[in-house]
């Protein structure tokens, strides 16, 4: 198309920026980008973790630009990294926002503090990192790529994630936006949406004003956590995602055909979900009567 830039499709020789790099997704997405070519840059409020990674890296023969301890949640921390980063290496090739918190429960058990935390690491997080570095991107003129790590609570309405969702529902949509924006720019932009990924968040996230304990909820939990796949599955999903130009990364393959089948299907999936809801209410009950 003409005015459209040439997009970036290779992740060899790029600069390349990871959130959340200490853990999880975010290492073993640091790591197979490093084992492909790029030049990491990383970040992690985790600095033990995040040391550990670079380490990693640099024992594979990997290289790393640069490492900083900081909360994306703070603006002006993340804006201090990007301008030492400009700085010293000059604009970014992707950006790769990882990093997230999840916290789950009912409306009546929430606090202001869990729908603030989920906003401001899941959203307001991202958005600080794409503010700080995308607009290099832009005037470079090289083009590249934004990775936006959502969830599939961004794509479904899945029951007690209404404060998680508020983040990841609005990363998904600063994505579809732009998607388009930046596409005269050749920087394309890729939505992530795993589902249950095996990585110490599956296991400790917050479940507010629920007995984890209670014998139903942790039989809810158990099968949630079975059916979590490896992080190593996601990186290479994204990096795939980032070559082949796939907006929507899925890291499984229910995940696909469960947002398919609410698009295509509304009535079915609002029965099902209706019945998940249900289902979640009664140990809510079960786990009040037990405390």
């Given at each position: 198309?003409?005015?459209?830039?040439?997009?970036r499709t290779?992740?060899?020789?790029?600069?390349?920026?990871?959130?959340?790099?200490?853990?999880?997704?975010?290492?073993?997405?640091?790591?197979?980008?490093?084992?492909?070519?790029?030049?990491?840059?990383?970040?992690?409020?985790?600095?033990?973790?995040?040391?550990?990674?670079?380490?990693?890296?640099?024992?594979?023969?990997?290289?790393?630009?640069?490492?900083?301890?900081?909360?994306?949640?703070?603006?002006?921390a993340v804006?201090?990294?990007?301008?030492?980063?400009?700085?010293?290496?000059?604009?970014?090739?992707?950006?790769?926002?990882?990093?997230?918190?999840?916290?789950?429960?009912?409306?009546?058990?929430?606090?202001?503090?869990?729908?603030?935390?989920?906003?401001?690491?899941?959203?307001?997080?991202?958005?600080?990192?794409?503010?700080?570095?995308?607009?290099?991107?832009?005037?470079?003129?090289?083009?590249?790529?934004?990775?936006?790590?959502?969830?599939?609570?961004?794509?479904?309405?899945?029951?007690?994630?209404?404060?998680?969702?508020?983040?990841?529902?609005?990363?998904?949509?600063?994505?579809?936006?732009?998607?388009?924006?930046?596409?005269?720019?050749?920087?394309?932009?890729?939505l992530v949406?795993?589902?249950?990924?095996?990585?110490?968040?599956?296991?400790?996230?917050?479940?507010?004003?629920?007995?984890?304990?209670?014998?139903?909820?942790?039989?809810?939990?158990?099968?949630?956590?079975?059916?979590?796949?490896?992080?190593?599955?996601?990186?290479?999903?994204?990096?795939?995602?980032?070559?082949?130009?796939?907006?929507?990364?899925?890291?499984?393959?229910?995940?696909?055909?469960?947002?398919?089948?609410?698009?295509?299907?509304?009535?079915?999936?609002?029965?099902?979900?209706?019945?998940?809801?249900?289902?979640?209410?009664?140990?809510?009950?079960?786990?009040?009567?037990?405390?």
């Amino acid at each position: 198309m003409r005015g459209l830039r040439r997009r970036r499709t290779e992740v060899r020789g790029a600069k390349t920026l990871v959130t959340g790099a200490a853990s999880g997704i975010g290492r073993a997405t640091a790591l197979a980008a490093a084992g492909a070519g790029a030049e990491l840059v990383l970040t992690d409020i985790n600095a033990a973790g995040l040391a550990e990674t670079g380490a990693l890296i640099r024992s594979a023969g990997g290289v790393v630009l640069a490492a900083r301890a900081l909360d994306i949640t703070d603006y002006d921390a993340v804006t201090a990294f990007a301008e030492e980063v400009h700085a010293a290496h000059g604009s970014l090739d992707i950006v790769m926002n990882v990093a997230g918190h999840s916290i789950w429960g009912t409306v009546e058990n929430l606090e202001h503090q869990h729908w603030r935390r989920m906003v401001e690491v899941n959203l307001m997080g991202p958005i600080h990192v794409i503010e700080s570095f995308v607009p290099e991107m832009v005037r470079a003129g090289r083009g590249g790529a934004l990775v936006n790590v959502s969830s599939a609570a961004g794509l479904i309405a899945l029951p007690w994630h209404a404060a998680y969702s508020a983040g990841k529902y609005g990363i998904r949509g600063v994505s579809e936006v732009l998607r388009f924006d930046l596409e005269p720019h050749g920087i394309s932009v890729h939505l992530v949406a795993p589902g249950a990924v095996n990585t110490p968040l599956v296991r400790s996230f917050e479940l507010v004003g629920i007995d984890k304990e209670e014998p139903r909820v942790a039989r809810l939990t158990t099968e949630f956590t079975k059916h979590a796949v490896p992080p190593e599955k996601v990186a290479r999903a994204i990096l795939t995602g980032i070559e082949r130009n796939r907006f929507l990364v899925y890291s499984s393959p229910d995940i696909r055909f469960g947002y398919w089948w609410a698009r295509k299907f509304a009535l079915p999936y609002e029965f099902v979900i209706r019945r998940m809801s249900a289902r979640f209410n009664r140990l809510l009950s079960a786990s009040r009567a037990r405390s």
